[in-house]
């Protein structure tokens, strides 16, 4: 299974903040990285597929950039509703794994 | 309004199965694959496996192999993940999606809270 690994676990931030949060997979995924974000009690929601494709009604703060093993999501200006558990995901060998989820949290 | 509808809440003895069920209200798929992923309490998400709409294959993860039957209602747009021989790890909120074009789940439904306790 191919291995995903996120940093940092966890960060604390203030609104207005730029934020990078990066994932690395144990071998070449191409583009095939996605990212979710997920607050307490609620389902994941998909803000990123293909390593930089923004998902439809997603805002245009988050970008994802990367390719191969090395990938990155940024918010360019955090907002408040943006402080959740942010995971990556591979979509290129099956199992599709997850990363551990980094907390961004104040 | 296009969404996934889980069904409830349920209790389950160790050694048990569950039956967890993922409707798709609000479109008229054409057909009904699908995504299993389950998040134990306080833990990550971990993906389980795959429903095929096209062709009716079922694709798991390793450790899920010969515990996990997907199958489908297309009747009622339906589809259902049955996991078996029950664990106290396997308790975990189950979450259905449905997959886009490079393999991430765009649409998730509610989430069914599986609970094993003897």
């Known amino acids: 299974d191919i291995q995903m690994t996120q940093s940092p676990s966890s960060l604390s931030a203030s609104v207005g903040d730029r934020v990078t949060i990066t994932c690395r997979a144990s071998?070449?995924?191409?583009?095939?990285l996605n990212w979710y974000q997920q607050k307490p009690g609620k389902a994941p929601k998909l803000l990123i597929h293909?390593?930089?494709s923004l998902q439809s009604g997603v805002p245009s703060r988050f970008t994802g950039s990367g390719s191969g093993t090395d990938f990155t999501l940024t918010i360019s200006s955090l907002q408040a509703d943006d402080f959740a558990i942010y995971y990556c995901q591979q979509s290129y060998i099956i199992p599709f794994t997850f990363g551990p989820g980094t907390k961004v949290d104040i | 309004q296009v969404q996934l509808v889980q069904s409830g809440p349920e209790v389950k003895k160790p050694g048990a199965s569950v039956k967890v069920s993922c409707k798709v209200s609000g479109y008229t798929p054409t057909e009904l694959s699908m995504h299993w992923v389950r998040q134990a309490p306080g833990k990550g998400l971990e993906w389980i496996g795959a429903?095929?709409?096209?062709?009716?294959?079922?694709i798991s993860a390793q450790k899920f192999q010969g515990r996990l039957i997907m199958t489908e209602d297309t009747s009622t747009d339906t589809v259902y993940m049955e996991l078996s021989s029950l664990r106290s790890e396997d308790a975990a909120v189950y979450y259905c999606?449905?997959?886009?074009?490079?393999?991430?789940?765009?649409?998730w439904g509610q989430g069914s809270l599986v609970t094993v306790s003897s």
């Open positions: 429903f095929d709409g096209e062709d009716g294959e079922t």
């Open positions: 071998q070449s995924i191409s583009l095939y």
């Open positions: 293909a390593a930089s």
């Open positions: 999606a449905t997959p886009n074009r490079v393999g991430a789940s765009d649409l």
